[in-house]
């Protein structure tokens, strides 16, 4: 059966620019360069790029920083704040970390603002000293990586940096195309893991399925397959009814599997990016084992902003009434991208884009060969994209299909603007594309 995404190229195999006799695309195309110089002519300078919040949206977490000053009790259940010490993180923070990623407290650490730092620190870990019991990755012939992609650029550079080999993964609405991910991981030791963004995951905004967390969880791999589950956007719904995503800690448990799974997550889209708290959780084994590693070269994370975030978000429930906030701020501009693109795009079958329930960004698909060419057409007429490219490991989508919408930082006005940019740009490059292709016929 095909998913919902196939339907959409399958129908995105022939557009309306293609069906046209030749002299009505000659026309199109002239009329719609017209009002492509008509756009340039306005000089916009819009970005649609910057996948962050912004200040306004920013500012809903400004109580927090009232919540410290010079006569406040600094100690958390015993623990001084203030000073050195609690490596792994202050009891209410690892209480509150425990219930954002679905592990004990005990399996937790919190550390400083940043969830790719943890990342970062691990697989360079392994890589230098190996998974506990087996051999360093540097000392081995080829290391492989597996990206669901489209994904996140960061993810991919962080493994590329290394010098380990990075392989797509094809996304489909549940999640990486899981035959595609078994049958390699069953086939090639040299596999020894896989970024997942499972939740509103970015740039697509999907979900994984229960099924697709089940099998990541249970398949054959190589015994220090490792899986960095990058729950970084874990409650960032933007409607009451949230996607739900299976405890993979707990299937994987079932199984004996439960040293595969690195989960990491971070305050950075939920308080203040770059100033938040970071959270790792994985098995007991794991914590421990990483925990003794960081601690070589951090004797202590900063408390005082663990205690400012515990204190101002003491448990799950308090995080979900924050972001309530969040998605009253994010839920207009979401739905400003689905309105501006389904008025601009639908029905002439040349584009798709995926409708997030949650996260940060909306993934969109043009005809086969017009990513670079849309991204820089915008560009042209005052519109930023993240580049084409940028979802896919090393910067080489293979389509060239796929740019990321990223709609958080403008006002819903200059989205707007920017998106009816992107529609006209993305018309014109197919029809362009429909052009060439007859001329080659
Ligand atoms: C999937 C994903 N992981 C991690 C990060 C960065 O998180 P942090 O600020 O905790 O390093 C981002 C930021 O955009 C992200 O999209």
């Known amino acids: 059966m ?17 069906k046209m006799e030749s002299a009505e695309l000659a026309r199109c195309i002239e009329e719609l360069e017209r009002e492509v110089e008509h756009v340039k002519a306005k000089e916009l300078k819009l970005d649609m790029a910057r996948g962050k919040p912004s200040p306004q949206q920013v500012d809903i977490s400004r109580p927090m920083l009232d919540i410290l000053s010079h006569d406040s009790n ?4 015993g623990v001084d704040c203030s000073n050195y010490g609690c490596f792994d993180g202050i009891p209410s923070a690892r209480r509150l970390a425990g219930e954002f990623l679905g592990v004990p407290p005990e399996q937790t650490i919190v550390l400083g603002s940043s969830s790719l730092n943890i990342m970062q620190s691990v697989l360079i870990h392994y890589w230098e000293k190996g998974v506990p019991g087996y051999t360093p990755w540097y000392k081995l012939p ?18 590329q940096d290394l010098g380990i080999e990075n392989i797509p993964v094809r996304m489909t609405d549940e999640g990486p195309d899981m035959d595609q991910v078994e049958y390699l991981c069953a086939s090639d030791e040299s596999i020894k893991g896989m970024f997942c963004v499972p939740k509103y995951s970015n740039p697509t905004g999907i979900t994984y399925s229960d099924e697709t967390v089940r099998r990541l969880a249970v398949m054959k791999a190589a015994p220090d397959f490792r899986i960095v589950w990058d729950n970084a956007y874990a409650v960032h719904d933007l409607f009451d009814e949230s996607d739900q995503l299976l405890n993979i800690h707990e299937a994987a448990a079932e199984v004996g599997n439960e040293d595969r799974i690195l989960e990491v997550a971070s305050t950075s889209k939920i308080t203040f990016p770059g100033a938040g708290i970071a959270f790792f959780g994985s098995s007991v084994a794991n914590v421990e084992e990483v925990a003794r590693t960081l601690q070589v070269g951090l004797i202590s994370a900063n408390k005082l902003n663990q205690l400012m975030h515990a204190r101002f978000l003491p448990d799950i429930d308090a995080v979900h009434e924050h972001m309530k906030k969040h998605a009253a701020f994010l839920r207009p501009r979401f739905e400003a991208v689905e309105r501006k693109l389904t008025e601009g795009l639908s029905g002439l079958g040349c584009a798709r884009w995926t409708h997030p329930r949650g996260g940060y960004f909306v993934s969109f698909d043009g005809p086969r060969g017009s990513a670079k060419r849309i991204w820089k057409l915008c560009q042209e007429m005052g519109v930023t ?57």
Do not use: M
């Not at 095909?2 to 293609?18: G, Q």
């Open 142 to 159: 080829h290391v492989k990586w597996l990206c669901p992609s489209p994904g996140y650029d960061r993810h991919f550079g962080l493994t």
């Open 2 to 18: 095909l998913t919902s995404y196939e339907k959409a190229e399958v129908e995105l195999t022939k557009n309306v620019y293609e």
């Open 74 to 77: 600094l100690f958390d259940e």
């Open 385 to 441: 994209l993240t580049p084409a490219g940028a979802t896919w490991p090393g910067g080489e989508d293979p389509n060239d299909t796929n740019l990321r919408i990223a709609p958080t930082y403008p006002s819903v006005g200059e989205l707007e603007a920017a998106l009816d940019v992107l529609v006209l740009a993305t018309k014109l490059v197919s029809a362009q594309i429909a052009q060439e292709e007859r001329a080659q016929a």
